[in-house]
């Protein structure tokens, strides 16, 4: 009973990919230089690639997380792939776009972990 809480573990990773396509994503930037360039030039491409990007983590995150609904109970698997999400997300701040943090978010970033971990163990699935 291994495999659906990995597919949550896959999904979350998905939704981190997710989260930072639509924060990249600018509408305005695509539609100018769409306007101005043909489909096919950089410009629109540079600009395009976080909608790509976000149409594609998106897909993935809901397979990946249907699948893993059909085994775990959906209370139980939406607090896990939510939590999971959470700390990646955080850890790609900290890590890759060094964001500051301090003791008490890596305090409460554990009890999260704490809260994943006794979710999963108390789970009928």
């Not at 395009?48 to 893993?68: D, E, K, M, T, W």
């Not at 139980?76 to 008490?104: Q, R």
Request: aromatic share 20%; with cysteine.
């Amino acid at each position: 009973m291994i495999k659906p809480w990995i597919n949550i573990f896959i999904a979350a990773i998905f939704e981190t990919g997710w989260t930072y396509a639509l924060k990249y994503m600018d509408f305005s930037a695509l539609k100018e230089a769409y306007g101005k360039y043909s489909l096919w030039s950089e410009s629109v491409g540079i600009q395009l690639s976080p909608f790509i990007c976000y149409v594609v983590f998106g897909g993935a995150n809901i397979y990946f997380l249907q699948a893993a609904l059909k085994e775990i109970p959906t209370a139980t698997a939406i607090a896990v792939w939510t939590a999971f999400s959470l700390v990646m997300i955080k850890l790609c701040d900290i890590y890759y776009f060094k964001t500051g943090t301090s003791f008490m978010e890596f305090f409460f970033l554990a009890i999260i972990v704490i809260g994943i971990i006794g979710l999963k163990y108390v789970s009928p699935a």
